[in-house]
């Protein structure tokens, strides 16, 4: 028999709670992890980078507060980042940009404060981001008019003006 690896972690509406266990980062061939709608909370200590064939991180709907973490910079075959109505504060990193196979970013209904990373016209490939509800402000960066696969775009509640072209 060949080895057997965990390569996707469903635990969604399963009514976890507590802290995310730093453990995951052991499951080096995890492709999915859905944690969506539990109630984890608290700063998150997962290590992403030892995940890097992660293609989708859904954590939406928990309590789990900090910065985006840094580490989701090495996931070059990230296709959809959820982390919607958590707590994360401050802005939005500008590496996102650079995660090329991002299909969906999801990261509305936070704390999020600053400007639309002008990065993130490098997305060619995105078609659903919502960011609404949080405390964005400035103006929409002119890049991001160049998103030509984007069909669902939600920047509602925020202080963010001007146009797409």
Do not use: C, M
Request: hydrophobic share 40%; aromatic share 10%; charged share 15%.
């Amino acid at each position: 028999h060949g080895s057997q690896r965990v390569v996707a972690l469903n635990l969604s509406e399963k009514a976890f709670e507590g802290p995310l266990s730093p453990y995951i980062r052991n499951l080096s061939f995890l492709q999915v992890l859905d944690l969506w709608s539990d109630s984890f909370h608290g700063h998150h200590h997962i290590d992403f980078s030892r995940l890097p064939l992660l293609q989708k991180l859904s954590i939406s709907e928990n309590n789990l507060e900090g910065l985006i973490p840094q580490t989701l910079s090495h996931y070059r075959g990230l296709q959809i980042l959820s982390a919607e109505d958590n707590q994360f504060y401050g802005s939005i990193p500008k590496f996102l940009g650079s995660l090329s196979e991002l299909k969906r970013l999801s990261i509305r209904g936070n704390r999020l404060t600053g400007t639309i990373p002008f990065t993130l016209a490098n997305l060619s490939i995105l078609q659903w981001f919502t960011i609404g509800q949080n405390q964005l402000q400035g103006n929409i960066a002119p890049e991001l008019g160049s998103l030509n696969h984007l069909w669902i775009l939600d920047l509602s509640y925020n202080l963010i003006a001007g146009t797409i072209p």
